[in-house]
């Protein structure tokens, strides 16, 4: 239980918890929405069964369970005991600003179903006044955008050994069989000398040493390479401070199989050097 993170994300009825969940989905975390706290307990005992499988979970918890949501803080005093910490995460924001947000997206607050916005907010501060006494971390998201809310969220949750750490994806294909459907960048090396014309390298791939000399042997590659490598330095880091949890970078050249996988498993190595989370596809390389 002691290697178990467990938030349990609360707070007023437009305050941004649905966006939170999806940033803590981004994280990695097991997320769960509306869960009655009468049941938190039980997939906390689901939890501790699973062998470490699910280590890092988030939980949104709010007015919506009706009568239910009472019992909150009863849930959280009999995961203490049971030896599992929990972390309350509470969300608000000013009442004009949730006024606001309700009138743009015209969704009825839970609490003002016979009242007005303004009534179910008051409602809603009352109940959950014991709940925020009791918060670990609370933030106020008037001023926030959504993506703010993110990158807050990304700060204060992220495992200190995975911060900075974005999934990088790299694909190695060919244009001839389509662009990769879920690439974030996509960079062509057609321009570069093709080994698929010089008949012993036609039937070898990138993988294999001939291919990889001939590839390299060009100057062009060399100052190809290097403009590329110092781009994506400069990107990566940009794109993990803004948040983004996972960047797929495609290589593409004719067939696939000789130049972009030459140039995927160069970018391999410099990203495992600096210690990003990688992953090597290479998409069709089997293909004729």
């Known amino acids: ?9 609360t707070g007023l009825s ?3 918890k649905s966006q939170a969940m999806h940033s803590f989905e981004d994280l990695g975390y097991f997320c769960i929405d509306n869960l009655p706290p009468l049941l938190i307990p039980k997939f906390a005992e689901a939890v501790a069964q699973s062998d470490g499988k699910i280590n890092r979970i988030a939980l949104v918890s709010d007015v919506r369970g009706g ?3 009472a019992s909150l803080l009863e849930a959280l005093d009999l995961l203490t005991e049971v030896g599992l910490d929990s972390e309350i995460l509470f969300l608000e924001a000013e009442d004009q600003v949730l006024i ?10 839970p609490l003002a179903a016979q009242g007005s916005i303004a009534e179910g907010i008051r409602e809603e501060r009352r109940l959950l006044s014991g709940i925020r006494d009791r918060a670990d971390k609370i933030i106020d998201t008037s ?11 990304t700060s204060l949750y992220t495992p200190d050994g995975e911060k900075d750490r974005i999934l990088i994806t790299l694909v190695a294909f060919g244009f001839k069989y389509g662009i990769p459907l879920d690439a974030d960048l996509v960079f062509d090396v057609r321009f570069l000398p093709n080994p698929h014309y010089v008949e012993h390298l ?14 390299w042997k060009w100057a062009i590659t060399h100052k190809f390479y290097q403009k590329l490598s110092d781009l994506l330095q400069f990107l990566v880091p940009c ?17 696939g199989k000789h130049r972009s996988v030459v140039i995927a498993n160069e970018l391999e190595k410099m990203f495992k050097g600096k210690n990003y989370k990688i992953i090597r596809e290479l998409r069709d390389l089997e293909k004729a």
């Not at 947000?101 to 015209?106: A, G, I, L, Q």
């Not at 036609?202 to 590839?215: A, I, M, N, S, W």
């Not at 794109?239 to 067939?255: D, H, M, R």
């Open 100 to 109: 606001r947000r309700f009138k743009e997206t015209r969704r009825r607050h």
């Open 202 to 215: 036609r039937p070898l791939t990138g993988l294999e040493e001939p291919v990889k000399d001939y590839v």
């Open 14 to 16: 437009g305050a941004g």
């Open 1 to 9: 239980m002691e290697n178990i993170r467990f938030v349990i994300i």
């Open 67 to 69: 009568e239910f949501f």
């Open 239 to 255: 794109y993990s401070k803004e948040g983004k949890p996972q960047l797929v970078i495609a290589i593409g050249c004719t067939g």
């Open 143 to 153: 001023e926030l955008s959504p993506q703010q809310l993110k990158e807050e969220i």
